[in-house]
């Protein structure tokens, strides 16, 4: 064999086999791979033939000292820059690899990472995962979040040419056991909104029901993207490393425009005319615009809107549900009302599924439907 291709070769001193041959993709600078102690030319021969069959076909990965932590790091930081992943998610996968992969496999050089390791983390997770030591373990659902991190970590790895395969495909996972929240009925719904009338966050609990719209998405949106028919969805507001950051929608389709009907308008008007007068009463003028803020003016803190609402269910007498169970119920309503897949999808901000693939933008009536519908069962319910 050539040198630029391989070669093997005998140490006279020792009458072992050895091999040396460039591993270097074509068209880049010779980067050459030995190694010697084979009993046999046919092992050394072998084993070189492997090595040139996997760099002619680009399959061939090279000896790397990074490590189980250092490439989901890198994974991290290089999805986060690219804006695959939002600020928000990157600080959770950089707390679930602190806390949960790192102890166990981190030091681990990422080559040498086989199925049984991950097994073995996820056994460990479940039984006696938790951080304060009190030995209870995790949930099945944070567990398999940890899986798909290490999952895409992996994928991402050998798109790199880190490893050759990515061993978490083969791992046992644990089942999700999701415990069922209620999704509430029109009526559920209504009846929860005369309930809380009164309540200082009335107009968050009546726009997040007729809307749709995510806690995030209320938290951040503006008076600017307001007006007697739509809302704008412009801005989400979520929580990264206990702060607080308004920044893009969750995905783009999250960007949209989602109609009002008259209703809500008029419940978004009295809401701002009581903030004015809240504003001028504490002498404040706050610059933020907000439609939902704190009562300084300032983002609000997004847990506390979902405690305050967990705790008026756990008061209403309703079935428990969570405050993104509205959104839910939301979705159920336009569905039960026979309005378009793709007009639903459009105005609730989805994720394309396989039957929307192909969708993109809806149209102004299709919008202009679900505000007669709002207005439609408004209406109906004045009749005496």
Same mark, same amino acid.
């Given at each position: 064999?050539?040198?630029? =291709?391989?070669?093997?070769?005998?140490?006279?001193?020792?009458?072992?086999?050895?091999?040396?041959?460039?591993?270097?993709?074509?068209? #880049?600078?010779?980067?050459?791979?030995?190694?010697?102690?084979?009993?046999?030319?046919? #092992?050394?021969?072998?084993? @070189?033939? +492997? &090595?040139?069959?996997?760099?002619?076909?680009?399959?061939?990965?090279?000896?790397?000292?990074?490590?189980?932590?250092?490439?989901?790091?890198?994974?991290?930081?290089?999805?986060?820059?690219?804006?695959?992943?939002?600020?928000?998610?990157?600080?959770?996968?950089?707390?679930?690899?602190?806390?949960?992969?790192?102890?166990?496999?981190?030091?681990?050089?990422?080559?040498?990472?086989?199925?049984?390791?991950?097994?073995?983390?996820?056994?460990?997770?479940?039984?006696?995962?938790?951080?304060?030591?009190?030995?209870?373990?995790?949930?099945?659902?944070?567990?398999?979040?940890?899986?798909?991190?290490?999952?895409?970590?992996?994928?991402?790895?050998?798109?790199?040419?880190?490893?050759?395969?990515?061993? *978490?495909?083969?791992?046992?996972?644990?089942?999700?056991?999701?415990?069922?929240?209620?999704?509430?009925?029109?009526?559920?719904?209504?009846?929860?909104?005369?309930?809380?009338?009164?309540?200082?966050?009335?107009?968050?609990?009546?726009?997040?029901?007729?809307?749709?719209?995510?806690?995030? #998405?209320?938290?951040?949106?503006?008076?600017?993207?307001?007006?007697?028919?739509?809302?704008?969805?412009?801005?989400? @507001?979520? /929580?990264?490393?206990?702060?607080?950051?308004?920044? +893009?929608?969750?995905?783009?389709?999250?960007?949209?425009?989602?109609? &009002?009907?008259?209703? /809500?308008?008029?419940?978004?008007?009295?809401?701002?005319?009581?903030?004015?007068?809240?504003?001028?009463?504490?002498?404040?003028?706050?610059?933020?615009?907000?439609?939902?803020?704190?009562?300084?003016?300032?983002? =609000?803190?997004?847990?506390?809107?979902?405690?305050?609402?967990?705790?008026?269910?756990?008061?209403?007498?309703?079935?428990?549900?969570?405050?993104?169970?509205?959104?839910?119920?939301?979705?159920?309503?336009?569905?039960? *009302?026979?309005?378009?897949?793709?007009?639903?999808?459009?105005?609730?901000?989805?994720?394309?599924?396989?039957?929307?693939?192909?969708?993109?933008?809806?149209?102004? +009536?299709?919008?202009?439907?679900?505000?007669?519908?709002?207005?439609?069962?408004?209406?109906?319910?004045?009749?005496?």
């Amino acid at each position: 064999m050539s040198a630029r =291709r391989g070669r093997v070769w005998k140490d006279t001193t020792t009458g072992r086999w050895g091999y040396v041959v460039d591993v270097a993709p074509p068209g #880049e600078p010779r980067k050459q791979k030995r190694r010697r102690g084979f009993a046999s030319k046919g #092992e050394a021969v072998a084993e @070189l033939g +492997e &090595i040139t069959g996997a760099v002619a076909d680009g399959s061939y990965v090279g000896t790397s000292k990074a490590t189980v932590a250092e490439t989901i790091a890198d994974y991290i930081e290089t999805q986060h820059a690219a804006g695959k992943i939002r600020a928000g998610t990157a600080a959770s996968y950089r707390h679930l690899l602190t806390k949960r992969i790192v102890p166990s496999i981190g030091a681990l050089r990422v080559q040498q990472l086989r199925v049984g390791h991950l097994d073995h983390l996820y056994v460990r997770l479940l039984s006696t995962g938790r951080e304060r030591g009190e030995g209870a373990g995790l949930s099945p659902g944070t567990v398999r979040l940890t899986h798909a991190l290490v999952s895409g970590a992996l994928t991402w790895a050998v798109k790199k040419g880190l490893v050759t395969m990515n061993v *978490a495909s083969r791992a046992t996972v644990p089942e999700s056991h999701v415990t069922e929240t209620a999704t509430w009925t029109a009526a559920q719904v209504d009846g929860f909104l005369e309930l809380v009338a009164d309540d200082e966050d009335h107009a968050l609990w009546h726009t997040a029901a007729r809307t749709g719209l995510r806690r995030g #998405e209320l938290l951040g949106l503006t008076w600017a993207d307001v007006d007697d028919d739509y809302l704008d969805v412009k801005r989400n @507001l979520t /929580t990264v490393a206990g702060a607080l950051v308004v920044g +893009e929608p969750k995905t783009r389709r999250s960007r949209r425009r989602v109609p &009002i009907g008259a209703e /809500t308008a008029a419940v978004l008007a009295d809401h701002r005319r009581g903030q004015r007068e809240r504003w001028v009463a504490l002498g404040i003028r706050p610059e933020t615009g907000l439609v939902f803020p704190a009562v300084d003016g300032r983002p =609000r803190r997004p847990l506390q809107v979902t405690k305050r609402f967990a705790a008026l269910v756990a008061a209403s007498g309703l079935p428990r549900t969570t405050f993104h169970g509205l959104r839910h119920a939301r979705e159920t309503w336009l569905h039960d *009302a026979g309005v378009p897949l793709h007009t639903i999808a459009a105005t609730m901000g989805h994720s394309p599924t396989m039957s929307l693939a192909t969708y993109a933008h809806s149209g102004d +009536e299709g919008l202009a439907a679900i505000r007669a519908l709002d207005d439609g069962r408004n209406a109906r319910r004045a009749l005496p």
